[in-house]
């Protein structure tokens, strides 16, 4: 519960730094671009977490498995969330893109 609501709370706010930085010719381009990195860091995040806590649960049980997966989910959101904060120091101001 606590992932959904900072991922939903994230999305909107890192949909506009991103498209901010482009000028408005190619931002149709670039919010596609945008969902397609969207979708493969969560395939991605999730094969990671379903490899570890598979690889585990052949040596124990189901909540030993999830004991272990639950820092990688912890570890991946951080990184998440790091690399957001540095996507901040990136933004373009409005006033300048309208200049482009």
């Known amino acids: 519960m606590v992932a ?3 991922l939903s709370l994230l999305i909107i706010p890192l949909v506009k730094v991103v498209l901010a930085a482009v000028p408005h ?3 149709g381009g670039a919010g596609g671009v945008f969902s397609t990195a969207q979708q493969l860091g969560g395939a991605l995040g999730v094969a990671i977490v379903g490899t570890v806590f598979f ?5 124990r049980s189901f909540t030993g498995a999830f004991d272990h997966a639950v820092p990688v989910v912890v570890a991946l959101f951080l990184a998440a969330g790091a690399l957001a904060l540095l996507l901040l120091r990136t933004a373009v101001r409005e006033e300048a893109v309208a200049d482009v």
């Open 25 to 27: 010719n190619v931002a």
């Open 4 to 6: 959904g609501v900072g």
């Open 55 to 59: 690889s585990e649960l052949e040596h």
